[in-house]
């Protein structure tokens, strides 16, 4: 076979070069000028491909010293019919996992029938579960669930995760109570993995794995930081060093960075470059250029002024600009990753050359280990407690309405407390307490409304007022009141619009979930076509005029953009209560804990 690299055409060659220059960090353009050669995909048949294959088949015999004339004659006759043949057709690669157990769903059903048996023995965060609640909603939703995991082939993925929770817990190495969407998933609740409740905190399943679409599951875990390499040297000893390794992390070129890191290699002055800083954002999110130029006159100038830097920044925009590994992903598989995909060494540690998103489609699984010095806080003050009192509290067992604890909230007492220490987030906290105090499920509410987006579009404003009485959020339609009622009828996660969507519109969970992350992502055609779904379901099932509710997705639209995850909020709201509890019970072996760790 005759083949000639194709590496872009002659429009890509100056990007090419600045980006060469870019990655080379301090090099400016003109030192790459005419390294590389331009190279066309050109067809075999073109008078341009002839004078090269003559020219390498030239130096080919001076280097071998024998004609190969035919071999080449042969090469390029092989390819029309070598191209023919080739049925070869990539797809992405099944799951490749430790097995764990013969049968691994028997084996994920027996650990949640035990589960939730030891979950009923005692109080979680205050609450036993009522047998009878256990026999009418926690069943059904288990017996869902398992049934979900069988059918998506997903209960190894669960049994690798809960080995390792497991071996934590009996190691004295502190597992939060959870992170991310696998809060909705009463599975890894009963199993231990988590330990929010999805049914009492009201969050969806479907918002973690959704039936319909074939994502890997995500659960990632928070642990100590001091001992997040021996949770990692376990997975390693257990698997073996070939099955375990880091994950790569791309990095792209944004917008705003494609204007300062194109014209640094221009040789721009670097005052000239400081108009990056505005290229406008959407949800925090910056616009293309493209829409910074016709939405900001000095971008617009630039354009014009620097014409080059910009044609190429144009060309940049989104493309890859340097990896590194990724600071919590750990890949584990079922067999020698060497097999499966490209593994080197970064930092002294074997690292697959691909981001999550490239090694998941080869069968490789990540497992985010994710180390969080708080919970090293709790785990000294738990220890000091122990050296100073009779008795250890169990801090999976206090109650989340303790007078105490809520007080230091409504207060704004949160120096050293999880996720509540900035300015902003003990304001929101004092707000809504003006007329009385907050419950948990505010403190829930406020770790969501405490971000730029939420703070901008008012919807903090909107709770507070409302939670003080002073003013009334009114609802487009009774069907939505469900979903709303427990935030004052404001927008606040990402499982109300999903709610929304079913109680409404008559969605089921799972394609609501799509019109969440439709929204979330602001995918355009994705949104058009939920749009008339979504239309079409509020005429039907809840006689909404059709105007109407074109107008009420538009509005949903704009606030789903700055919904937040519900579950991860409840399941960092636990770790920023329990910070609290201790801080107001135990305080000096509290702030004991937190000198200690943070040491500040």
Request: glycine content about 8%; some cysteine; charged content about 25%.
């Amino acid at each position: 076979l005759v083949t000639t690299p194709v590496l872009y055409d002659a429009e890509g060659y100056d990007p090419f070069v600045v980006n060469s220059a870019i990655i080379g960090r301090g090099v400016k353009t003109r030192e790459f000028s005419m390294r590389y050669p331009t190279v066309s995909n050109e067809p075999l048949d073109t008078p341009a491909f002839v004078t090269n294959i003559k020219a390498a088949a030239e130096r080919l015999n001076k280097l071998t010293g024998t004609p190969t004339g035919d071999i080449w004659k042969a090469g390029v006759a092989n390819q029309k019919p070598f191209l023919a043949k080739l049925a070869y057709r990539w797809k992405p690669r099944p799951i490749s996992l430790p097995k764990l157990a013969s049968d691994e769903n028997e084996r994920l059903k027996e650990l949640c029938v035990a589960g939730i048996k030891e979950r009923l023995a005692k109080p979680v965060f205050g609450e036993t579960i009522d047998p009878a609640k256990v026999k009418e909603v926690y069943m059904p939703r288990l017996r869902y669930e398992l049934g979900v995991l069988k059918d998506m082939g997903f209960a190894n993925y669960f049994l690798v995760v809960d080995d390792l929770v497991r071996w934590c817990k009996a190691n004295n190495i502190l597992v939060g109570p959870g992170r991310g969407s696998v809060g909705g998933s009463l599975v890894a609740y009963v199993m231990g993995i988590t330990d929010v409740d999805p049914i009492r905190f009201e969050l969806i399943f479907e918002r973690f794995i959704n039936p319909s679409r074939k994502d890997l599951p995500d659960i990632d875990l928070d642990f100590m930081s001091s001992r997040r390499q021996d949770v990692i040297n376990y997975l390693v000893d257990k698997y073996g060093v070939e099955c375990v390794t880091g994950l790569s992390n791309y990095s792209m070129l944004g917008s705003a960075s494609a204007i300062k890191d194109v014209g640094r290699v221009y040789g721009l002055d670097v005052m000239k470059l400081a108009l990056s800083k505005f290229v406008p954002k959407v949800h925090g999110q910056p616009v293309d250029l493209e829409t910074a130029a016709k939405e900001v006159a000095e971008i617009s100038r630039f354009a014009d002024d620097n014409k080059d830097v910009w044609k190429n920044a144009l060309a940049l925009q989104g493309c890859l600009r340097s990896y590194g590994r990724h600071a919590s992903g750990i890949v584990v598989a079922g067999e020698p990753i060497a097999g499966m995909g490209v593994v080197e060494r970064r930092s002294g540690e074997p690292t697959v050359n691909w981001d999550m998103r490239v090694a998941e489609q080869m069968g490789l699984v990540k497992l985010d280990i994710l180390g969080l010095s708080t919970l090293d806080i709790i785990g000294r003050t738990l220890d000091y407690i122990k050296q100073r009192h009779p008795k250890v509290p169990d801090i999976l067992a206090i109650p989340l309405d303790d007078p105490e604890t809520l007080e230091g909230f409504a207060q704004g007492e949160t120096v050293g407390v999880f996720q509540f220490e900035g300015g902003a987030a003990r304001r929101i906290l004092k707000d809504m307490s003006k007329v009385e105090n907050v419950t948990f499920d505010d403190i829930v509410a406020a770790n969501a409304l405490n971000r730029p987006g939420p703070i901008d579009a008012g919807l903090v404003d909107k709770y507070v007022d409302a939670k003080n009485g002073e003013i009334t959020n009114e609802l487009a339609h009774p069907n939505m009141k469900e979903a709303l009622d427990p935030t004052y009828n404001v927008i606040v996660y990402q499982e109300q619009v999903m709610k929304v969507a079913v109680d409404l519109c008559g969605f089921t969970l799972a394609d609501a979930d799509g019109l969440r992350k439709a929204m979330g992502k602001k995918l355009p055609a994705e949104m058009a076509k939920y749009k008339d779904k979504f239309v079409d379901g509020a005429q039907t099932h809840s006689g909404m005029h059709k105007d109407l509710a074109a107008s009420l997705f538009e509005q949903i639209e704009v606030f789903a953009g700055y919904a937040f995850n519900k579950s991860h909020a409840a399941e960092y709201s636990l770790i920023s209560y329990q910070c609290m509890w201790l801080k107001v019970h135990y305080t000096v072996e509290f702030y004991a804990g937190a000198f200690s760790t943070i040491k500040e």
